[in-house]
């Protein structure tokens, strides 16, 4: 089993935001949370990515046999976490190749591998941004400043690409993509994390993502529970009923 | 202004921050005039370092069209003060970036005065800042807009970062303004670093202790972009502020 989240509790804020979370996901599978605005499926992103001031007040997570929450957030991402942001950060003054090659090779020192070399990192970051369809140039610029909406959102799935993360936790990575854009992202998602080692978490408020990428299982997320858990046409149930029905 | 021959007290508004112990040392000083005749270009970059307190003293003459880039690195372990008086005529320009890394004991000062004297001249200011444990950062700035210096255009930026509690900065833009149409902004603030970006980066796998190593250093270089042998410039800010955290 990649992750077990068990009766999480967490609050922002001083506010309970999750509460008696539970969600089980294996390799080889994708999950789908749907839910309401403000029904808490940032928070669980956040929560598991460990973000200062999301503050697990109950519950576990267990990653790959680890204590989730024993570790630091960039411990996370070394032990092969990935989250998605929904508002991807922008960093002036650094570029991104800069970012990620010492993000990249920051993790693989943890694991004991040997860094990559300038030349190898480039050659890797062309080949994913090609697979986004992301000109190279973007890259070399600062880190998501400028970006459209949409380019933010293909720059995380390359960025995702680069790190080949086991788990990725993608937050609204649909929202701001037109329908070309969609597939693309749909088809990187696919490329990059459709393995059987490797599992994704998508949370989203529409169907239109699913059709391209796939879901084992899809989870409603109101008041900060899952309240129901089905298969791939629980979202089409959704997109067609509403939350309110199908969560009462 | 003191004369140059007597050294100044705290109660000389200009010194009020200052390390006088530091300055007692160099004193007295000798100021540098710079003339730049009418439409000609000039760059100069100061670089202060080295364990000995330094001190520079600048007056400035930009005749019309005439335009001034100065680039001012201060690294060293000992304190460093750099004034400059600069005096635009019409459609001069003037463009100052300032980087200011300051370690413990010692106190890192820029002190401009800008005085456009005539019609749609540009200043720019950009001033960048870090302060270590027991480091201090300065500026003290002021932007004087004269009577018939209508269309002037005059910007101060200034930003300091304090990597501990125990770093001080003392920011003081002022604008003076005796003309029409003026454009001035001024910004200054003191902080830390963007911690939704920490997070962003540690969420890729960055320790803290690298992301903040890169978020300063594009703090500081965004001071000393455009700079004569720029690429020196930086290298040897990114090897000071490494040598700083
Ligand atoms: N930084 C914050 N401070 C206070 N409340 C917050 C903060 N972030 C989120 N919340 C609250 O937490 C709840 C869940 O938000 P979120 O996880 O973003 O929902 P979703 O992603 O499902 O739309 C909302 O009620 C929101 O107002
Ligand atoms: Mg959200």
Known sequence: ?248 | MPDALTLPTRRDEDYRYADLGALAAVWPLAPETIVVPAGESRRMTVVQTGDAPQVRDLAIDLGEGATFTLHVLTVGAASARIAVTVRLAATAAFHLGAAQLAGAGATAEIVTRVVHAAPNAVSRQVVRSVAAAGGTVNYLGKVLVEKGADGTDGEQSVRAMLLDRTATANARPELEIHADDVKCAHGCAVGELDAQALFYMAQRGLPPELAKRLMLQAFVAEALVGAEDEEALQDQARAALEALL
């Open chain 1, 1 to 248: 089993m990649m992750l077990i989240i068990d009766n999480l509790h967490a609050t922002v804020a001083d506010k309970p935001i999750l509460k008696g979370l539970s969600l089980t996901i294996n390799a080889g599978e994708v999950h789908a949370i749907m839910g309401p605005n403000g029904a808490g499926k940032s928070t669980l992103g956040y929560t598991l990515g460990g973000r200062p001031g999301y503050e697990v007040t109950g519950g576990t997570a267990t990653f790959d046999g680890e204590d989730l929450f024993a570790l630091e957030p960039h411990e996370r991402a070394a032990a092969g976490l990935f989250l998605g942001f929904q508002y991807p950060v922008e960093i002036p003054g650094v570029s991104f190749v800069q970012f990620l090659r010492e993000s990249l090779n920051a993790q693989r020192k943890s694991r004991g591998e040997e860094p990559l070399s300038g030349g190898e990192f480039l050659k890797l970051a062309r080949e994913k941004a090609a697979l986004l369809k992301l000109d190279m140039d973007m890259l070399k610029r600062p880190v998501n400043v400028g970006f459209s909406g949409g380019e933010k959102k293909r720059a995380e799935m390359v960025q995702m690409g680069i790190l080949d993360p086991k788990l990725a936790i993608l937050d609204e990575t649909d929202s701001g993509l037109d329908i070309d854009a969609l597939r693309i992202v749909g088809d990187g998602i696919n490329a990059v994390m459709r393995r059987p080692d490797k599992a994704v978490l998508l949370i989203t408020h529409y169907q239109r993502l699913l059709d391209y990428v796939k879901p084992d299982f899809v989870h409603v997320l109101a008041g900060g529970r899952i309240v129901r858990t089905g298969g791939a046409e629980l979202a089409l149930e959704l997109e067609e009923r509403g939350y309110e029905a199908v969560a009462a």
